[in-house]
């Protein structure tokens, strides 16, 4: 038994088309517990016997071909949490979609999130966006003053860099959501309530990304953004032994435009 467990989050871009590749980072990384993102799939389709397999317990939330969200976990996944209270519908659908998850995992609240994109500071996503964010936030403050001693880690896709070192030329998203002030100021109110940003200090920028779009050779060119976080509860951040992007899985056929984004944490 090692005296750390690794755990990461990572938009995969549809569990089904990626499989294999997440099959192969597991074995290959030793990850105990891992958040997935985007895996486009109803509850039904998601490949959770290729994962059994290895030895993972998984839970999944997933409504179609959009969003989905999952937790992989070899060391337990109790207590298991679809949504959180009050998350917004998305307008005219009377539901909620499928973008966070949370199970405890050896005594860590560990969270799957998929923030809704916005699409651009016009488009009805934009405030959804925000308004989830804000439900988010209230209930990330209310288990922290709940508990100041639980650990807890709100993992995932943001779709927001909270800093102009978090995209490869700020000059470029002038006027476009990811880099927005409320976007941003929806961000920071995380760390305000007392939730900690522990990647950062361990890997730290500028020209440190998690996602490169598939589009204009931004990849080798290192045009890319950081939108991938891990922001944990102070008891948990006091854990945290090392993190790092793993930049080289963006590379080669088939690969997912975001990289695993992964911490290790004592136990």
Not at 126 to 135: H, I, M, R, S
Not at 173 to 197: C, K, L, N
């Amino acid at each position: 038994m090692t005296d750390s467990l690794r755990f990461a989050t990572w938009n995969v871009n549809s569990a089904r088309a990626r499989v294999d590749r997440i099959c192969a980072w597991l074995e290959k990384t030793g990850t105990d517990v891992l958040a997935i993102q985007e895996t486009k799939c109803r509850d039904d389709q998601f490949p959770a016997e290729r994962f059994t397999e290895l030895g993972y317990e998984v839970s999944h939330h997933g409504a179609n071909q959009w969003n989905g969200v999952a937790i992989l976990s070899r060391i337990g996944l109790d207590d298991v949490q679809i949504g959180f209270p009050g998350q917004p519908e998305w307008q005219g659908t009377e539901s909620v979609e499928p973008r966070a998850i949370a199970a405890t995992c050896a005594g860590i609240t560990w969270w799957s999130l998929y923030v809704p994109n916005g699409r651009t500071l016009e488009d009805p996503h934009y405030p959804y966006k925000l308004e989830w964010l804000a439900a988010l936030a209230r209930n990330a403050e209310q288990w922290l003053a709940d508990d100041p001693t639980a650990s807890i880690a709100l993992t995932g896709d943001w779709n927001i860099a909270p800093l102009d070192e978090d995209v490869w030329d700020i000059a470029v998203f002038e006027g476009a959501t990811h880099v927005s002030a409320p976007e941003r100021d929806a961000f920071a109110r995380f760390t305000e309530i007392g939730y900690q940003d522990v990647v950062r200090p361990l890997a730290p920028g500028p020209g440190v990304y998690t996602y490169w779009d598939y589009t204009q050779l931004r990849f080798p060119k290192r045009q890319g953004m950081r939108i991938d976080h891990v922001l944990t509860t102070p008891a948990l951040a006091e854990r945290i032994t090392d993190a790092h992007i793993d930049r080289d899985e963006r590379k080669g056929k088939g690969a997912s435009d975001h990289a695993p984004v992964v911490v290790d944490i004592a136990r």
